[in-house]
Structure formats: C-alpha cells, structure tokens
C-alpha cells in the first residue's frame, strides 16, 4: 500500500542479498549475475565503466534494491530517478502497451530519503562487486539526474543534496553503511577490511540537466553554466524531440501507426527550438573544456502527449514510440557537430537497437521502458552478454550516417510501428489463487484447451511423434490448424510483450509433418467396453471430421454424410490451395481412416428418419446460406460462389480486370488474394464499412494481401453501381468505439471506386429448412436450440455442431464444440455400461483427455524432475529478445504453466518475489506490502483479471500496517513465532491469530497456505523484519 512504502535499511538489504543468493542463487529476483572483465572499460570523465549501459531515471533507480538488481544484471552506468526541491510525492501511474505512458515527476521519496536510497545503493553495489566477483568495484557509474529552473539548482535542499553526492562523508548514512560493514565484516566470504577502506565517497560529480519542455535558452545556459563552473560537476542537458518540430513528431507518429496518441501544437512549440539550442551547446562545450568538465546531451526525454490515464495531468510518451524521433534528433546534432558532440540516448532504446546505437558512437545508453515489461532486470542480461562480445575502443566520436539510416528504418520497422489490430490478451476471469497461480495464455485463449507448451517443448527436442500424440489428444485436425487456425493461442502468447507471439500454428504443421507416420502406425480404436455405438455425422467439415474421430478413437462406429465428393467441407473447396493444399485434409482425413470411420460423399441427408438405425446423430452439416447486398446497377456474386468456381477450375476464370471485394473477413481476404491471381486482373480493392482495426479478418493474412498490391479502403460504404465505378458513401465511426460491433453513420462524402466486378463476403447464415422439415426448435434467429452443456438438440439424441450452430464460425471452434458432443456422447455411454456393469471398475469412458498440464493439480504431478530440469532452462530465456524461427520455435516459448512471474519480473521495486515451498515444483508468488507503490504495472502483465498488488498473498511490515491494508495476507510477530491472518472465507474477510506456525492449518487456513508461511517463516525470514 502506498502509504506504508518503507525503504529497506541497509543492514535489511545486507541480509536479503546474502540469504536470497545463498538459498536461490539470486539478487532481488536477478540470476546468473554479470561476471564482467574488471580490465575492458569504456572512459567516461573521470571514471571507467564495464558495460556502457543502465536503467534511465524512473522507476528503476528510486530504490537501492532495484539500482542492486539493475548492478547484477550487468549494468554499470546508473541514471538515478530526477530530484526537485518542487517534487510532490504522488502515486505513479504506468501504462505499457504498444507504447508507454506515464505520470510525469511522479516519485514517492523526500530529497533526504532519495539521497539515502542512493547512498545505500553506492556502498551496496561496492560490496557486491568484490564478494561475487562481479567486477571492478570502481567501474560503475552513479549519474545525478536534477531540475528544473535555475532556482531549485540554488536551493538550499539542492545544494546539500549535491554536497553529499559529491562527498558522502558529509552524511549519516553514509558513516552507518561503513561502520555497519566493518561490525559485520564475517558475514562477506570475499569482501574484506581493506575492501572498505577503498569505498569512494564521492557517489557522483555527473549531472543530467532536466528542464521543463518550455525552458527558455537562458535558463538552460545558466544552469549549465552553473554546475560547471561553480560546483565543478561534469553535465548533460537533457533535450526532448519536441524540438524537431510538430509537424515533423505528428508526421511520424503517424507514419507508424500512433495516431490515437494525442500531442498538443501549443505544447510543442514551447519547446526550445532546435536552432537556438545549437549555439548554446557549442558555447557550453567552450565552457566545458576551459573548466576540465564533461560537457555532452541526453536523448531524449518522455515526449509530451494530451490525455491518457485517468487522473493524470501532464502525460508522457516513452519506449519503442519514440525511437525513431529520439535517433533522428541524434542524427541531427551529429550531423551540425561533426560528431564531436558527447550524445547519451535514452528514448526507446531495447535489445533491438542497442548495438547500433553503440556502433553510431551513442552511448552512454539508458532504458526504462523495456525493462517494465516481462522479463524485467534481466532483460539487461541480453544486453551485458552482447557488449562482453565486443571490443571496446576509447576513441570517441558519432557516425550521423549510421544514425540517419537506422532513423529512416525504424519509421518502417516492425518492432517500432503500432500494429494496426493491437492484441487483446484475454484475461483469466476471476480472484488471482493465492497459490499455484501459474497458467499459459496461450492454452487460456485456445477453445480447446490444446497442451501447447507441451507439445512445444517437445518439437524444440525435436520429438514430433510424440508432440503430434500430445496434439491430437485434442485436436485430431493438426494439418488444417496448423494451416489457417486463426491461432487465438498467439494473440494471447506473452511472447508478444518480447518481441512476437511464438509461431505456435506453423510448429504444430511441422509436429504434423514430422511425426505423422509415427502417429499413424500406432492409431487404433481402443477396445470397446460393451456394445459399439452407431454413430452418424452429417456433415464431413471440421466439426463432423473431429467428432468422428474423438468418437472412433474411443471404439464406437462412426459413418459421415456429407454432400461433397470428399471430406473437407469449406476447408477443402472454399479456402485457397495457397493457404492450405488440400493433401493436408487428406492427411487429417488418414487419423480418421486408420480410425475405421465410414465416409459416404456425395450423399445429402434430407431427413432425420434416413437416420433412425444409428444411436445418435450429430448435425456438423456448416452453413449454406450467404447474406447478399443487392446494389442498383450491378449484380454481385458472394465470395462463397467465387471461391467454390476458383478451386474447381483452378484459377481460370472470367473476370474483369478492376474486382472489388466488400467485407472484412478472412473469406474476404482470401478471396481479394484469390482474384488478385486470376489471368487479367490489374487491380483489386477490399471495401470494409468500419476501420482496419475492427475488420475481423486476422491480420497477418491482411498484411499479405497488401503485400500482394492489393488496397484497402476503410470506411467506406457502397450504395450504388453506374459507369464502371462502385459509390461508396464514407462512413464514420463514433469516437467511443471499442469494436467491430459499434453502430457506423454514413457522411455525405462519396467515394468512386473502378470495378467491373463486385463480389460480396458479408457473412452467413443458417439455413433452417433442414431444422424446420425436422422438428428441431429454433430461436427466432434461426439458430438451433440446444442444451448448451451438451449441444443436444430437443430430439434426443440428435446433436448440432460447428457453423451449423452458431452460423459462421473457425475450425478450431467447430473442433470445441465436437468435443463438447463427443464428451457428452461417451459420458452417457459410461453411465449406461457401468449401470450395465453394476459399478465393477475399471470399465466405461475415462474422458477424452488424458492430461491437462495446464491444471495446477496436473502440474503438481508431472514429474518433479521433469519439471526441476525444465525450470532452470525457463529461468534462462526470460528477459531474452529473439526473433521468431521460420521452422522451430517451441525454443521461445516461456512455459507460463510451469513460470509465470510476469509480476515479480515487472515489478520496479521488488514488491512481489518468487517463494519455493518444498514439496511443490510450482513456484509461488508473495507481496511485499512495505516495498509497493501501487504503480500498477504488475496489473497491465498478470494473465488475470486481476491485480497482484491488490490480490496477491501480502506480507505486512507491522501489524498498523496490516489493519490499514485489505489484501488477504499476514504480518508476524517480533520474533516471528506468531503471526496474524487475513483470508478470505465464503462469508467474507477474516482475521485469524495463530499462535504458532503449526497451528495455522487447524484455523481453517488450509494446507497449501499453511505451507507457504511455514516456508516464509522458516526459509524466507529475510523478508521479515
């Protein structure tokens, strides 16, 4: 809670450090520390650093523990969090998504207490350096961050603040952290006496300027001038890329996609032009060299951005939004400077760009953004490893070739433009567990649940046989998933907050093509317990193939109806043979054949009573009916009639050369691809009546089209033919929109579009003759009424599946909805044999899965050492950025069943950490109440709908803390031989007093909480005050 924020004493950091990497083997959550070589250094003024890198002032250098863990990470040069003597303590507010926003100014620390913070910090990272070998206990860098007007440099706070940075000897805190280490001096197995007597008490004579974006070039000279000259600091002024101008910022946040990101003209324009700051960077460079000082800028600060979150007054814009503006105002300055001038950069500097911008002489290099995402402090690892690489050269001066070029590319660069259909990560509904609250999103996102991060796990060993076994369980369609699934698994993938999702449909294709004939050989019905059931399935698409087979696989006997020639439905003659040949329906087709299932094609099912000798009937027959739009002037065709004429002639067909598709759906884009390849077409446009963004095509299939020459028009509506040319009315969106379902108004601007011919992919419906000739009750929709646990319709016996059901729908959710009748199918069946039977054991449907990794049960028993073994190679890829693999990328995937932590990685302050309880391979997650600010980022990342910080299990410093807090969680006694809870029960909160850990279960705690305080108290004491 933000009131009971507590920074840790530095004999509290002591003791953590040391325990926390006795037991865990690391530092506030950071492994594998950074060994760097003490004797490859960059200079920098006075001082020499190992790595020419380190966390930005922000959130990341408030705290002494987060300044430590950004150390063990490898960083070594600090840009410690901005001080004012006008700074108002305030909550912090942060919102990471395809770009960052962020409260400005907002801190929670006095000038004395930040001064502290650093204090410790300095003396803290001197012992680490000597006692893991991380280093040379000098080679670091502690850089001063300060504003903002001429008068707060003067200020008294700020002067005794400057005065003890540059000689902590005149502090408190800096004599209590030396005497504390010489009365503990047995705790250190490598740092010694002598080692304290070479601590520093200088802790920086660098400063960064900051300035409000409207400083006046006076203001800024005098400052500079100040600093320099009167108190002997080397400086950095940081400047904004405001000052290239509103036209030129609009221009190219526009360019890449941020066009929901609001900057004001006003506000622009105040900031200090670019051409009036050259003059006084060049005089300040004259005054640098007379005085001995250091003297260079810094790129660029958080740009200035109108509204964002609520409450919040003055925003700003930071990350991978505003490289691009960052490195052009670089490329600018080293241009006009001959490359002389010192640049340090800041603005949305990642694993993606570190290296160049160090190639183009840019450096140091500081970074915030990036690590408040998953991965957190050791995302810096990447970056210590990649520069341990790298030869150091002492020669200093920036290449403005090298900065233009990588300017110019990140307008275009993926990693740097907004996608235009931003991923929604659907989160767990729901508490956060207190325990075991580890799960995948990707398997959360899947409609059938598939084990995802199993069968990636084994393709990246290169198992296929056994990946596609763990494939089918579920999904007994892996060449056509693995081909045009619309992946919801990867729109869900927390690799997306990295770089990009893992490829999970392309590694499930090559499961399927690597490992089918091992699959195959063994497919076999199970042995039937009782009698067979006589299974019919009208309809051979995908819902009709997968009931067949869940159903086949279990013994029964199962015959398919279908009208076509061969099984495949839509898949086989709508969708285009460049997104799926159809030799991979055939080879989904093979598991149903070694399965025995009878497929009769061509015959169409008109009446249930053709159905009356089999047991139970499943409806899986699609849809048949399109929606139409009758334009005056034209006759259009629907993409359905296209695309069936397209695959059975192969292509050659008679049309005109300017086509025009209308809609925004796969078949829409699928057919816009199709024409665009048909002898004689030049030009092919889709209209849609809403935005890109809510177009509901996927939108890797739509970059495609359009790199196939295809246009997009957005917004448009047709009404009318006449000429060649389609109208098209404009259409407007309200400004609240938040989907593809938000009401769309006509304008009065008209738009004309070439086409000779128009085809139409508005969606489907279903047809309710069949229903209607049956007796099957229907909603006044059309859609079929059936039992929604079972998908039984009100004839028993009879169920509906697929399209058929709900009108348009993808394959893998005709997939779920053939498992759900299979399940209810085979479970009806068990009842009925085990009545049979008279309960003998052993006998009936176990269920069609056999194990669901996902579960925390399962989980807990998949094999200690199985999960013991992964985990450290887990641990290892966090934090890494690394591009997709064209063929093999189960060795990106993050395993969130097995590691989540998302919280304790994003954490800026170290509030949640990572507990081990023995007995139980899946880590858990504690809250620090005294450590939290309540900044919410842990929110923005959490897999659930809710909020660790609010949720999480919560340890409290003080029992005052803990009744002014609501979390559920506990504060111990002084000695820690007892402790007082707060749960949650079914009739509300409830306060329990333990007397003793062992009795913490008898208080209805329950045994998995019993034995995380059990593990706290014992194995974590550290945490406890």
């Not at 991978?320 to 950069?345: C, E, T």
């Not at 990009?500 to 091992?518: C, F, P």
């Not at 997968?546 to 898949?571: M, N, Q, W």
């Amino acid at each position: 809670m933000i009131d009971n924020l507590k920074p840790l004493t530095f004999d509290h950091l002591m003791r953590w450090i040391l325990r926390e990497q006795k037991k865990s083997g690391s530092i506030f959550g950071v492994r594998d520390f950074y060994q760097a070589n003490p004797f490859k250094t960059l200079p920098i003024a006075d001082d020499r650093i190992e790595t020419p890198f380190g966390p930005a002032a922000g959130p990341h250098t408030q705290y002494a523990q987060s300044i430590i863990a950004a150390y063990a990470a490898g960083c070594r040069f600090f840009e410690l969090r901005t001080v004012c003597p006008r700074h108002i303590k305030q909550d912090p507010e942060i919102s990471i998504g395809s770009e960052a926003i962020n409260v400005e100014g907002a801190g929670n620390l006095t000038f004395k207490e930040a001064y502290e913070e650093y204090c410790k910090a300095w003396v803290a990272l001197k012992v680490l350096s000597v006692e893991y070998k991380m280093g040379g206990m000098d080679n670091f860098v502690f850089n001063i961050s300060a504003g903002y007007t001429f008068e707060d440099f003067k200020s008294p706070e700020m002067t005794e603040f400057l005065d003890k940075m540059y000689d902590a000897r005149k502090s408190e805190i800096f004599g209590e952290c030396i005497e504390y280490l010489r009365d503990n001096i047995g705790m250190f197995q490598n740092f010694t006496e002598e080692d304290i007597d070479d601590i520093s008490p200088m802790i920086s004579h660098g400063i960064s300027i900051c300035t409000p974006i409207d400083c006046s070039i006076n203001e800024l000279e005098n400052i500079a001038r100040y600093l320099m000259v009167n108190r002997k600091f080397d400086i950095g002024i940081k400047l904004n890329s405001a000052m290239l101008g509103y036209e030129y910022c609009r221009n190219t946040l526009d360019s890449m996609g941020y066009f929901d990101i609001e900057i004001s003209r006003d506000t622009i324009e105040k900031c200090v032009r670019y051409y009036d700051v050259v003059p006084i960077i060049n005089k300040l460079m004259g005054i640098a060299g007379k005085e001995g000082r250091l003297f260079g800028v810094k790129l660029t600060g958080a740009f200035p951005i109108v509204g964002g979150i609520e409450r919040s007054k003055e925003l700003k814009l930071s990350g991978k939004a505003i490289f691009p503006l960052s490195v052009a105002l670089a490329a600018k300055l080293s241009d006009d400077f001959d490359g002389r001038l010192r640049i340090a950069f800041s603005g949305g500097a990642d694993a993606n760009n570190v290296e160049d911008i160090y190639e183009a002489g840019v450096w140091p290099i500081t970074m915030n953004t990036t690590i408040l995402k998953p991965g957190g402090f050791n995302r810096f690892k990447q970056f210590s490893y990649t520069f341990n690489e790298w030869s150091y050269n002492d020669r200093f001066g920036t290449r403005t070739g090298l900065l233009r070029r990588m300017a110019e590319r990140a307008r275009e660069n993926n990693h740097y433009t907004k996608p235009v259909k931003s991923d929604t990560l659907k989160r767990k509904a729901g508490r956060i567990p207190m325990v075991d609250c580890f799960i995948a999103p990707c398997v959360e996102g899947c409609p059938i649940g598939q084990d995802i991060t199993g069968y990636l796990n084994l393709i990246d060993e290169e198992r296929y046989t056994e990946a596609l076994r763990t494939i089918i369980d579920k999904n007994p369609l892996p060449f056509i998933t693995g081909s045009i699934c619309t992946h919801e698994c990867m729109s869900n993938c927390t690799r997306i907050f990295y770089e990009k999702a893992v490829k999970i449909r392309d590694a499930k294709l090559v499961a399927a093509q690597n490992g089918y004939d091992g699959v195959i050989d063994e497919l076999h019905p199970k042995p039937p317990v009782g009698r067979k059931l006589n299974i019919a399935i009208v309809g051979g698409g995908p819902c009709g193939m997968s009931s067949a087979f869940f159903l086949a696989r279990e013994g029964h006997k199962v015959t398919i109806y279908d009208c076509f020639e061969k099984p495949g439905g839509v898949v086989r003659y709508v969708i285009p043979d460049f997104r799926i040949p159809t030799d991979r329906v055939d080879k989904d087709f093979g598991f149903l054949k070694a399965l025995n299932v009878d497929f009769r094609g061509n015959h169409k099912i008109e009446k249930l009573e053709e159905l009356k000798e089999y047991d139970k009937t499943i409806l899986a027959m699609g849809v048949s009916n399109v929606n139409k739009l009758d334009i005056p002037g034209i006759k259009c065709i629907t993409a359905d009639e296209f695309m069936f004429k397209y695959k059975e002639r192969k292509g050659k067909l008679n049309i005109g050369a300017n086509v025009v598709i209308i809609g925004g759906s796969n078949i829409a884009v699928d057919t816009a691809r199709a024409v665009k390849r048909v002898k004689g077409v030049r030009n092919v446009y889709i209209i849609y009546r809403r935005n890109r963004r809510f177009m509901p095509a996927n939108d890797e299939e739509l970059q495609l089209a359009l790199s196939e020459g295809i246009e997009l028009f957005e917004c448009m509506m047709p009404f009318e033919y006449s000429d060649g040319y389609l109208k098209c009315h404009v259409t407007r969106l309200p400004e609240d929109a938040v989907d593809r379902y938000s009401p769309v108004y006509d304008t009065d601007e008209v738009i004309s579009v070439p086409a000779d011919d128009v085809i139409t992919a508005i969606g489907v419906r279903v047809d309710t003759t069949f229903y209607r000739e049956n007796g099957i009750n229907m909603y006044e929709s059309g859609l079929p009424i059936i039992n929604d646990d079972t998908l039984e319709s009100n004839i028993p016996g009879v169920f509906i599946g697929g399209e058929c059901r709900i009108g348009s729908a993808t394959v893998v959710e005709a997939i779920a909805d053939a498992r759900k009748i299979a399940d209810a199918i085979l479970k009806e069946f068990e009842n009925m044999v085990a009545d049979d039977s008279e309960g003998r054991p052993g006998l009936g449907y176990s269920g069609v899965s056999y194990y669901n990794i996902n579960r925390p049960d399962d989980r807990r028993n998949a094999g200690r050492r199985v999960f013991d073994n992964r985990l450290s190679g887990l641990y290892a890829r966090k934090g890494i950025l690394r591009e997709p693999h064209y063929r093999n990328d189960g060795g990106r995937c993050l395993d969130c069943s097995r590691l989540c932590e998302n919280c304790v990685d994003v954490c800026p302050n170290r509030a949640n950490v990572e507990i081990k309880v023995p007995g139980n391979p899946v880590p858990q997650v504690l809250h620090i109440d005294r450590l939290c600010n309540e900044c919410g980022n842990c929110d923005t990342f959490c897999p659930y709908e809710g909020a660790p910080y609010k949720e999480k299990f919560t340890l409290y410093d003080t029992i005052e803390d803990f009744e002014a807090g609501t979390n559920e969680g506990l504060v111990f006694t002084h000695d820690g031989s007892a402790f007082t809870i707060r749960i949650n029960k079914k009739d509300g909160l409830k306060v329990f007093r333990v007397s003793r850990i062992e009795a913490a279960e008898f208080n209805g705690i329950g045994t998995d909480l019993c034995n995380l305080i059990a593990t706290i108290y014992q194995e974590y004491k550290y945490l406890i005050i």
